[in-house]
């Protein structure tokens, strides 16, 4: 008996599409299987103003493919210079969803990002005031804290400062990969949600550097240990309703990953929900699934789910997808998760 599981249309609570060849590439990949996701706005030079978000949701929404219904929900760029009555109006008017923080020099084209919090406290106050959720790249840059410890260190000293200042700011931390943020987030009150990334749950630090380096497995926050992959694990299929799939889907050309000093980004929009459901199915938790793609994010963000639904059928042979997805610009490797996968999602999105 072919087993299938029919969920509400998933949502990406955290996507990169990019901007021009490397967006026509990839925004069907995403667009295929999900309804909505929130757009990273990290592009060169970065989505700052009403003004920039009006002119790539256009960009987004030209390069969709003939029939789709996929929404792009925007976000600005957080800089020291954001003037907090654009973020409102942008808000207010619907097209933005959120607002994103990167710390400065934290991440792939973060170096308008803020560097001290203090300066972006009035548009942060201004946002609690007007309902505005602030998306997080949660991790510090200082030069002396080790890579793998950045997150936890900046739970103690910019998320948790920042939450007791402001509690009624809505607050994403976005693609957490450790265990004190899993534990921070359950501990915490209704105005903070976190996001996991489909590769967090798959791979662990060895996998990125053992036997020799992986730059696709490359990216940041970079994968820990596996005791905090396991605790990802289990916070993402409990059902709690404080996490969901943002999968920080960031395609860059191979020429830039596989190089001397390569970009940070897992392109994995192509294979997510097959991957997605190998993990649940692991965990004894497809059951889980669909609150964790579809329904806990939109409900955070104050959004009905999805009406429409998909169907994922597992099939007795894997099942194959492009290695890589070709682009002008240059091949994008696609997310191995390095086990074969069973499950895919099969035909059009059914409304009802
Ligand atoms: C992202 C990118 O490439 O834009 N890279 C990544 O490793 N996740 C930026 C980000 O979300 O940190
Ligand atoms: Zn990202």
New binding site residues.
Partial sequence: MTQTLTLRRPDDW?L?LRDGAVLEAVLPETARDFARAII?P?LVPPVVTGKDATAYRDRILAALPEGSDFTPLMTLYLTEDTDPADVVTAHQSGLITAVKL?PAG?????ASGVRNMDKVRPVLESMADHGVPLCM?GEVTDADIDIFDREAVFIDRVLDPLRRALPELKVIM??ITTAQAVGYVKAANKNLAATITTHHLVINRNHLLVGGIRPHY????VAKREEHRQALRAFATSGDKRVFLGT?S???VDATKETGCG????FTATNTLSILAHVFEDEGALDQLEAFASLNGAAYYGLHPNAAKITLTRHPDPVSYPEKITCPAGPITVFDPGFPLYWRASGPPSSG
Avoid: I, K, V
């Fill in positions: 955290h990169h990273m990290n990167y934290a991440t792939t084209n973060s790249h976005e693609h490359y990216c940041l926050p920080d960031a395609p860059h970009c940070a980004g897992c």
